[in-house]
């Protein structure tokens, strides 16, 4: 009988913009006034935040921690890199199967209109993967490094002051012979940004 795949996967983006407070310094005869004020100047060119992925079904774990930190170059180019941490469970295998994939990437995004932008993002992760002794129940493992080039764009709109919902789908270019990926498969990414 075949078993039931129960699956949920939940990718969650967090982006925040940080907007730098102003403050001066009047000085009289008797004392020091500080002025703090929201600065008139433009907001913050740094955004930083992240995704968080979690994944699970049957006898398979996976969570995922990717933080990141980004420059605006201009209203529309920014550039920024991403470090990544996996950590995998997979009870299907006798012992159970269990790793860390980690890595990190750079990337640069240009908003063609507020709503819509493009995406190039060098990813470059380190996988450990099962390499044979499966049906003999004692694997052999092996850690590879996998380079990507991901290519698309995205969708984001305002749902708030200052809040944006958007979703993500790039593919990899290149199609290492190593990435534990099937070819073309989208990597797709969904959530909310504050200041993005």
Do not use: C, H
């Amino acid at each position: 009988m075949k078993k039931l795949l129960l699956g949920l996967i939940i990718p969650i983006g967090l982006t925040f913009a940080s907007n730098p407070l102003e403050t001066s310094k009047t000085e009289t005869n008797d004392s020091v006034v500080v002025k703090t004020e929201e600065s008139k100047q433009s907001p913050s060119r740094w955004y930083y935040g992240g995704n968080i992925g979690l994944s699970f079904w049957n006898d398979y774990f996976y969570i995922s921690v990717q933080p990141l930190a980004a420059y605006k170059v201009t209203p529309q180019w920014s550039i920024g890199g991403k470090i990544g941490y996996a950590y995998i469970s997979d009870k299907r295998y006798d012992p159970t199967f269990n790793s860390s994939n980690y890595g990190g990437s750079i990337f640069t995004r240009y908003r063609f209109v507020p709503q819509f932008y493009g995406s190039a993002e060098f990813v470059y992760m380190s996988y450990e993967q099962i390499t044979g002794g499966v049906i003999s129940g004692n694997y052999q493992t092996d850690r590879v490094w996998v380079p990507f080039l991901l290519l698309g764009g995205g969708f984001s709109t305002l749902v708030g002051p200052n809040v944006w919902a958007y979703v993500e789908v790039m593919f990899d270019v290149l199609q290492d012979s190593n990435s534990p990926y099937n070819d073309w498969d989208p990597f797709v990414t969904f959530g909310v940004g504050v200041g993005f």
